[in-house]
């Protein structure tokens, strides 16, 4: 089993002052295998280095090279579910990075999604499930 990461909880968890700090934080404490599509890597290391500074990245790039976080190279098939998602679901509007997170999810068969975004995750109907089970709570 293994933990699909969006944005909103992996970018709460790396700044102590974001609301959603401690909850999102208590996720990574998991045996589970945490994973991350490439795409979300990509727009937390800006959000943290846009708003915390350049260094602010650091404690994901440490994770990263540790192992503690293992980063999803998208395939092709994932890439064409990103943009059939995205089309289907363009009044969202979902973007490339949630849809990469919803693409990973069906490929590797898993319900729970750790996200912040409840709106456009709630609204996906993913292919292998009914619908996502999102956390934190």
Do not use: K
Not at 22 to 41: K, Q, S
Request: proline share 6%.
């Amino acid at each position: 089993m293994a933990l699909i990461v969006a944005t909103g909880p992996l970018f709460a968890a790396l700044y102590s002052g974001d609301r959603d700090h401690v909850r999102c934080a208590a996720l990574f404490d998991t045996d589970e295998t945490v994973i991350v599509p490439a795409p979300v890597v990509v727009e937390t290391e800006w959000l943290a280095t846009s708003r915390l500074g350049p260094n602010a990245f650091d404690p994901i790039y440490d994770d990263i090279l540790s192992g503690a976080l293992a980063i999803h190279e998208l395939t092709l098939l994932e890439w064409e579910r990103i943009r059939q998602l995205c089309t289907r679901y363009a009044d969202l509007p979902l973007g490339l990075v949630d849809a990469s997170v919803v693409a990973l999810a069906e490929t590797l068969g898993e319900q729970v999604v750790a996200t912040l975004d409840r709106r456009h995750f709630a609204a996906v109907r993913p292919r292998h499930v009914d619908s996502f089970h999102l956390i934190p709570n």
